[in-house]
Protein backbone atom coordinates (compact mmCIF):
# COMPACT_ATOMS: atom_id res chain seq x y z
CA UNK A 1 0.00 0.00 0.00
CA UNK A 2 1.72 3.19 -1.21
CA UNK A 3 1.35 6.57 1.24
CA UNK A 4 2.68 9.63 1.17
CA UNK A 5 3.38 11.76 4.26
CA UNK A 6 4.11 15.64 4.34
CA UNK A 7 5.47 17.09 7.00
CA UNK A 8 7.63 20.47 7.66
CA UNK A 9 4.88 23.15 7.59
CA UNK A 10 4.23 25.79 10.26
CA UNK A 11 4.10 29.66 10.75
CA UNK A 12 7.12 31.62 9.63
CA UNK A 13 7.59 35.47 9.17
CA UNK A 14 8.00 37.05 5.58
CA UNK A 15 11.68 36.65 4.51
CA UNK A 16 11.87 33.39 6.55
CA UNK A 17 12.33 29.70 5.43
CA UNK A 18 10.96 26.28 5.88
CA UNK A 19 11.83 22.62 4.27
CA UNK A 20 8.86 20.53 3.66
CA UNK A 21 9.63 16.56 3.42
CA UNK A 22 7.74 14.02 1.74
CA UNK A 23 8.22 10.60 2.97
CA UNK A 24 6.57 7.28 0.58
CA UNK A 25 6.60 4.02 1.42
CA UNK A 26 5.29 1.30 -0.95
CA UNK A 27 6.44 1.94 -4.26
CA UNK A 28 9.49 2.27 -6.25
CA UNK A 29 10.67 5.80 -5.31
CA UNK A 30 13.55 6.47 -7.30
CA UNK A 31 12.33 5.99 -10.84
CA UNK A 32 9.11 8.23 -10.47
CA UNK A 33 9.16 12.34 -10.64
CA UNK A 34 7.61 13.68 -7.67
CA UNK A 35 5.74 16.97 -7.82
CA UNK A 36 5.12 19.78 -4.48
CA UNK A 37 1.68 21.57 -5.24
CA UNK A 38 -0.47 24.26 -3.31
CA UNK A 39 -3.51 25.06 -3.11
CA UNK A 40 -5.35 28.14 -1.17
CA UNK A 41 -9.56 28.81 -0.53
CA UNK A 42 -11.85 28.81 -3.44
CA UNK A 43 -8.79 28.09 -5.56
CA UNK A 44 -7.43 25.21 -7.82
CA UNK A 45 -4.38 23.08 -6.36
CA UNK A 46 -1.11 24.59 -8.40
CA UNK A 47 2.32 23.07 -9.10
CA UNK A 48 4.88 24.77 -7.28
CA UNK A 49 8.24 22.26 -8.02
CA UNK A 50 8.58 19.38 -9.41
CA UNK A 51 11.42 16.73 -9.93
CA UNK A 52 12.51 13.85 -12.32
CA UNK A 53 14.06 10.92 -11.74
CA UNK A 54 17.26 12.24 -13.21
CA UNK A 55 16.91 15.38 -11.19
CA UNK A 56 16.00 17.49 -13.62
CA UNK A 57 13.37 20.48 -12.10
CA UNK A 58 10.90 22.69 -13.02
CA UNK A 59 9.68 25.03 -11.00
CA UNK A 60 6.63 27.86 -11.25
CA UNK A 61 7.74 31.31 -11.91
CA UNK A 62 6.20 33.28 -8.96
CA UNK A 63 9.08 30.71 -6.71
CA UNK A 64 11.93 30.44 -9.17
CA UNK A 65 15.06 32.06 -7.21
CA UNK A 66 13.48 31.40 -3.95
CA UNK A 67 12.27 27.42 -3.68
CA UNK A 68 14.61 24.45 -4.44
CA UNK A 69 13.18 21.19 -4.77
CA UNK A 70 15.60 18.00 -4.17
CA UNK A 71 15.33 14.32 -3.42
CA UNK A 72 17.25 11.64 -1.63
CA UNK A 73 16.40 8.12 -3.22
CA UNK A 74 17.99 6.49 -0.17
CA UNK A 75 15.12 7.93 2.08
CA UNK A 76 12.39 8.06 -0.48
CA UNK A 77 11.64 11.04 0.58
CA UNK A 78 11.71 14.81 -1.53
CA UNK A 79 12.15 17.99 -0.30
CA UNK A 80 10.81 21.74 -0.73
CA UNK A 81 13.53 24.26 0.51
CA UNK A 82 11.67 27.54 0.96
CA UNK A 83 13.82 30.53 1.19
CA UNK A 84 12.29 34.20 1.12
CA UNK A 85 8.92 33.33 1.83
CA UNK A 86 6.14 36.16 1.12
CA UNK A 87 2.89 36.17 2.65
CA UNK A 88 1.34 34.87 -0.83
CA UNK A 89 2.78 31.75 0.01
CA UNK A 90 0.38 30.70 1.99
CA UNK A 91 -1.18 27.39 1.47
CA UNK A 92 -1.73 24.01 2.04
CA UNK A 93 0.78 22.18 0.46
CA UNK A 94 0.69 18.86 -1.12
CA UNK A 95 3.47 16.19 -1.97
CA UNK A 96 2.38 13.88 -5.06
CA UNK A 97 4.07 10.47 -5.80
CA UNK A 98 5.02 9.02 -9.14
CA UNK A 99 4.11 11.17 -11.29
CA UNK A 100 6.15 12.19 -14.80
CA UNK A 101 7.85 14.86 -15.22
CA UNK A 102 8.29 15.97 -19.03
CA UNK A 103 9.41 18.85 -21.29
CA UNK A 104 9.38 20.59 -18.68
CA UNK A 105 5.34 19.81 -17.51
CA UNK A 106 4.67 17.16 -14.91
CA UNK A 107 2.28 15.19 -14.71
CA UNK A 108 0.84 13.51 -11.33
CA UNK A 109 -0.25 10.09 -10.68
CA UNK A 110 -3.97 11.63 -9.21
CA UNK A 111 -4.22 8.51 -6.42
CA UNK A 112 -0.92 9.35 -4.33
CA UNK A 113 -1.20 12.21 -2.48
CA UNK A 114 -0.38 13.52 0.94
CA UNK A 115 -3.09 15.10 3.66
CA UNK A 116 -1.04 18.57 2.92
CA UNK A 117 0.90 20.25 5.56
CA UNK A 118 0.05 24.23 6.17
CA UNK A 119 2.32 27.10 5.40
CA UNK A 120 0.89 30.35 7.32
CA UNK A 121 3.93 33.12 5.96
CA UNK A 122 2.62 35.82 8.34
CA UNK A 123 3.81 38.77 10.74
Known amino acids: QVQVVESGGGLVQPGGSLRLSCVTS????????MGWYRQTPGNQRELVAA???????AYADSVKGRFTISRDNARNTVYLQMNSLKSEDTAVYYCNAFGRLYAGAYYPDDEYWGQGTQVTVST
Open 51 to 57: IGSGNST
Open 26 to 33: GGIFSIWA
